[in-house]
Nanobody
Framework: QVQLVESGGGLVHAGGSLRLSCAAS????????MGWYSQAPGKQRELVAG???????NYADSVKDRFTIYRDSAKNTVYLQMNSLNPADTAVYYC??????????????WGQGTQVTVSS
């Protein structure tokens, strides 16, 4: 089994910052990429930021220059530093891992989600 445990969500005023963390554990052979997705009420889940095993990153246009994704490969953990938050960032944030388990082909795994609420 693989578990993705997220932490760091909460309530913050506009202009504030939060840092999300996601730790992957289980019988993991290798992690190809990890990322963060957001889902606001009534909307589809969408990519916020991703990072691959070579530390290449990509971001949604709406968060460029405000959010930073980085990882600690030794801990199988990915972080999302979110600065200059605004109410439009309010959503449930989900961690995603694209990884190979021992004896299982490359697959996607999801965390349980963490709520981020930005008040105006």
């Amino acid at each position: 089994q693989v578990q993705l445990v997220e932490s760091g969500g909460g309530l913050v005023h506009a202009g504030g910052s939060l840092r999300l963390s996601c730790a992957a554990s289980g019988n993991i052979f290798s992690i190809n990429a990890m990322g963060w997705y957001s889902q606001a009420p009534g909307k589809q889940r969408e990519l916020v930021a991703g990072i691959n095993s070579g530390d290449s990153t990509n971001y949604a246009d709406s968060v460029k220059d405000r959010f930073t994704i980085y990882r600690d490969s030794a801990k199988n953990t990915v972080y999302l530093q979110m600065n200059s938050l605004n109410p439009a960032d309010t959503a449930v944030y989900y961690c995603n891992a694209h990884l190979i388990r021992v004896g299982v082909p490359l697959s996607d795994y999801w965390g349980q989600g963490t709520q981020v609420t930005v008040s105006s």
